[in-house]
């Protein structure tokens, strides 16, 4: 039920920092490890490389997780779109694990590709919303998402609780290895939580940017480096399909080979600013575009902020950004389909979980 909420997807943008409290509470023991099906652990340190096959957000919380798994765990990740995969399979490694993504467990491009690779023989682990789904039943383990029912056709919580559910299993898998992290995941994903949970308070600024910047235009770029590039291909695919702005995420440096053409005067331009490795040259590349003309809107994390950017999250661990940078680009796709007279919860030529090829 909605309750007070206009919209359903307003009402799971506001649920993810309890999402995230209630995965930390389901993957942590008495002892304070992290709890993990035994075969699961023993799957992660069998395989000498992860192939993560999903569609859509769930590929943009899998482009997130190869980054925990190959920083965190050292173990080599892909990350596959389901329907490439599936009728162009690439050459495999010898010991090959498969970690099907999927919010509803129903989507049959992915499970298109667990059928393959079941034949073949490897291991399958599903990470799903849905525990007594397609994918989970097929696959050989499950990861629970815990995030409850998610009904608008719009992903949001979703995305946040699978990028939390792999950060979890990167970390398990370093210390099973006997890698040694410095940092506590389970207290860093609270801090996440509740840097979420401080930007859902803000509402009414994110209102204003996404009226000011996206109200009438025709198109609009995400942009960002590193981390923050997928987190931009997520933000562009939430304001496409509920707002029908042509939206599209690039990575900074790659603007200028070509996509810089279609920045005309005024053209929105968001910007990820939440890596310090890479704040000098995103910073850069927003210069490029405002030199072309372009309307740019600057994201960033307290910290790396600087005069004039449109919007400061707080500071979390840099790797668990994604999960507190993409609440604003939920919100501003959220207001700006709301402007625009967009039907949010239920957008056209859209259905909540995906069962053709
Ligand atoms: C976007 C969205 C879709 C799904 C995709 C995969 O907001 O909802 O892109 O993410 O269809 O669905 P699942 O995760 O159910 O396999």
Redesign the pocket.
């Given at each position: 039920e909605k309750g007070t909420y206009p919209h359903f997807m307003l009402k799971e943008i506001d649920e993810q920092p309890f999402v995230i409290r209630k995965i930390i509470q389901e993957y942590q023991n008495e002892n304070d490890e992290i709890k993990l099906d035994p075969e699961i652990r023993a799957a992660m340190k069998a395989c000498d490389r992860i192939y993560i096959i999903?569609?859509?957000?769930?590929?943009?919380?899998g482009l997130l997780g190869k980054q925990f798994i190959e920083k965190l765990a050292n173990i080599p990740v892909e990350v596959h779109v389901?329907s490439e995969f599936s009728y162009n399979m690439p050459l495999l490694s010898e010991k090959p694990l498969f970690v099907?993504?999927?919010?509803?467990?129903?989507?049959a491009?992915?499970r298109s590709v667990l059928v393959q690779t079941k034949k073949l023989g490897h291991p399958a682990l599903t990470v799903?919303?849905?525990p007594g789904s397609t994918?989970s039943r097929e696959a050989d383990y499950t990861m629970h998402l815990h995030a409850g029912p998610?009904i608008?056709?719009?992903?949001?919580k979703?995305?946040t609780a699978?990028m939390a559910v792999l950060a979890i299993l990167a970390v398990d898998s370093a210390r099973a290895k006997g890698i040694d992290l410095d940092f506590d995941p389970m207290q860093e994903l609270g801090i996440a939580a509740n840097a979420m949970e401080a930007l859902t308070d803000q509402k009414e600024d994110l209102e204003t940017l996404a009226r000011d910047y996206l109200s009438v235009t025709r198109n609009c770029f995400f942009i960002g480096r590193g981390i923050d590039y997928y987190v931009g291909l997520?933000g562009s695919?939430?304001l496409k399909?509920?707002s029908y702005i042509q939206a599209e995420g690039f990575a900074g440096g790659e603007l200028k080979h070509g996509t810089i053409a279609l920045i005309e005067e005024g053209t929105p331009v968001v910007a990820l600013a939440t890596q310090a490795n890479v704040n000098y040259s995103i910073r850069g590349n927003v210069q490029e575009v405002e030199a072309r003309g372009a309307n740019s809107m600057i994201i960033s994390m307290k910290g790396l902020d600087k005069e004039g950017d449109a919007f400061v999250i707080p500071h979390v661990h840099d790797l668990l950004t994604p999960l507190v940078s993409v609440v604003p680009l939920q919100l501003i796709s959220y207001y700006a389909a709301l402007h625009r007279d967009c039907d949010v919860d239920k957008p056209r030529n859209?259905a909540?979980?995906?069962t053709v090829e």
């Open positions: 999903a569609a859509g957000t769930s590929y943009h919380a389901a099907y993504i999927s919010q509803s467990g129903e989507t491009d992915s799903t919303n849905v994918l998610e608008a056709v719009a992903s949001t979703a995305y699978q997520e695919l939430k399909e509920i859209l909540k979980s995906v």
